[in-house]
């Protein structure tokens, strides 16, 4: 059974690799970010902060298109809210972990996801996956396994949390291709701050009231808003630009080629949190994670060959 009913959508592979490389480099950056901002702020705070910085420079961007006022209704359509409670539910997974997992080890959990999309694109779409596209999903996923190495002592508990992001984050790329195909870029970014910003002004209001009894959890989860200086300022604005780039870049990602396509130039996304990891926070990937990161590297080009 499948939830597809749009007959013919583009393919534009080369539009979408371009698209997602672009989309993932600024979500390595905003992550990098919101690890080095989790020690002063929460992440409620963040997130209603950086969408309300954000939803007006959109509805500016809506402004210079035409049918505005369509582009502003189809972001609280069913569908496209769905896809936005998905990728918040992305995002609180995939942040639970990251104060204290290497940004590195937290992309590789979360870069299971490609996986999750191609067997989805099969199952839900009827967009058939090809053998150099499982051959490049395998290598990709190969190198995740020597990155996360499940059953040694290196493994942590929380990878799984990532792991779970990686679902939900392919949910909603199964959604934005099948069901969201005509919805502006746009058009589903404001949906994703809308979104954004109602979870965090209610999660905010929630541990107002039970702050006494949440101690357990850490303080990015659950601490009170923290007063803002110059530079927790500066950082909510750049992360609004960020999350206005990358709200259209990953739409018009997935909506341009087949999501197994997109899937595996995703996988980029592991190299650039890497490189983010190193020269932020002196994280050194070992040469096991190396070879995990040119496994990861081999898949792409499986797929730029075929």
Not at 31 to 41: E, G
Not at 218 to 224: A, C, D, I, R, V
Request: aromatic fraction near 8%; include cysteine; charge should be neutral.
């Amino acid at each position: 059974m499948t939830i597809s009913t749009v007959t013919s959508r583009p393919d534009n592979p080369v539009t979408g690799a371009c698209l997602i490389v672009f989309a993932v480099f600024l979500m390595a950056l905003q992550d990098a970010i919101i690890k080095y901002a989790s020690s002063d702020l929460t992440l409620w705070q963040l997130y209603v902060l950086r969408s309300s910085l954000a939803l007006p420079a959109l509805a500016v961007i809506a402004g210079l298109r035409p049918n505005t006022r369509a582009a502003l209704a189809a972001a609280t359509a069913r569908w496209v809210t769905l896809r936005s409670c998905l990728l918040v539910l992305m995002y609180v997974s995939l942040y639970a972990a990251i104060p204290v997992l290497p940004l590195s080890t937290l992309a590789a959990g979360f870069y299971t996801g490609p996986l999750f999309i191609a067997m989805l694109s099969a199952m839900l779409i009827g967009e058939p996956v090809n053998t150099r596209g499982w051959l490049a999903v395998a290598t990709g996923f190969s190198g995740v396994l020597l990155i996360i190495r499940p059953g040694t002592e290196e493994f942590s508990p929380l990878v799984l949390l990532p792991v779970l992001s990686g679902l939900f984050y392919a949910l909603g790329a199964i959604i934005t291709r099948d069901r969201c195909q005509h919805d502006t870029p746009v058009a589903l970014a404001i949906s994703l701050n809308l979104v954004l910003l109602v979870t965090g002004a209610a999660v905010s209001l929630v541990l107002l009231a039970w702050q006494p009894g949440l101690t357990l959890l850490p303080p990015f989860l659950s601490g009170t808003w923290a007063a803002m200086t110059v530079r927790e300022c500066v950082l909510v604005t750049v992360l609004a630009v960020l999350i206005v780039g990358i709200g259209v870049g990953l739409a018009a990602a997935y909506q341009a080629a087949r999501p197994v396509i997109i899937a595996t130039f995703d996988y980029s996304y592991l190299i650039f949190s890497t490189i983010f990891g190193f020269v932020l926070f002196a994280e050194t990937p070992d040469l096991i994670t190396v070879i995990g990161m040119g496994l990861i590297a081999g898949a792409g080009l499986i797929v730029v060959r075929s």
